[in-house]
């Protein structure tokens, strides 16, 4: 492949993580105050882009596919009920990122979020500034099963990328992705499981002389939350304490013999 193929098989595979960070593993429900979450991503994407055969003039379709050999890792804390901040980090592409979600619509089992991240990642004699932005939806099929979908808009501001062989001719250069995901959630009281796909394009360049080219990801996100015990633990103590007053009401109240 030309040019973009390049920079993301050589970088992905020179620096063992095998593809992009996945635009989304969220879902638009957010964790209780209190509550944090550890999770790892695993994914696999097909990058594809239409080339022109220089001798016949016909165009072909030219795609590789890359694993994450290396997983990414996030965490994330609960603020309050409806907001939680958090990051993660991509050990292969020396990428870390920090993210917030706020929750704005819960009712009826439907849950509508946005979660904006802005990341730094090293490539090769190049860094690169990241800002993206997903807008998350969630519907709950069940109290333990639930559909995620997303859209989402990813920027990158790359710098020092010097090379001719880097899908930028002069110091800098951008790349632009947009696309849409959806998956899958099973979760219990101190786990989860989301399987997803993304689909996006992206966009090499500018506007005008930009090189367009397609993203299929396949993303696994998995992981555990804890403080649900603690909050359980301080209802029950709540209702024992609620029980107890009412015994000793009573128990004060309780007409003599």
């Known amino acids: 492949m030309q040019r973009c193929t390049f920079l993301l098989a050589t970088t992905a595979l020179g620096l063992g993580a095998g593809c992009m960070p996945v635009s989304n593993y969220h879902t638009a429900r957010t964790l209780g105050a209190g509550e944090s979450s550890w999770g790892l991503t695993f994914s696999a994407t097909t990058y594809s882009k239409e080339e022109v055969d220089e001798t016949t003039g016909e165009t072909e379709i030219e795609s590789v596919t890359l694993p994450g050999v290396i997983p990414e ?4 804390v609960g603020i309050t009920d409806d ?16 993210d917030a979600k706020y929750r704005f619509v819960q009712s009826d089992g439907l849950h509508l979020a946005v979660a904006p991240a802005v990341g730094q990642a090293f490539i090769f004699v190049a860094t690169a500034t990241i800002v993206r932005l997903p807008v998350l939806a ?37 790349l632009t992705t947009m696309g849409f ?8 009281e101190t786990g989860f499981f989301r399987p997803s796909i993304e689909l996006s394009r992206g966009v090499l360049g500018d506007d005008s002389g930009g090189e367009p080219f397609q993203m299929a990801t396949v993303v696994l996100h998995m992981g555990t939350i804890s403080g649900r015990e603690m909050k359980k633990l301080d ?6 304490d609620e029980i107890n007053d009412k015994l000793s009401w009573r128990d004060r109240h309780k007409p003599a013999p």
């Open 73 to 76: 890792v996030a965490y994330h």
């Open 83 to 98: 907001f939680e901040l958090g990051g993660r980090v991509a050990p292969g592409l020396l990428y870390g990122e920090l």
């Open 138 to 174: 969630t519907i709950e099929l069940h109290p333990r099963f639930a559909l995620n979908a997303g859209v989402n808009a990813t920027f990158w501001q790359v710098n020092g990328a010097d090379s001719e062989d880097l899908p930028f001719t002069d110091d800098e250069g951008s």
């Open 181 to 188: 995901s959806l998956g899958l959630e099973v979760s219990g």
């Open 235 to 240: 209802e029950m103590d709540r209702k024992l």
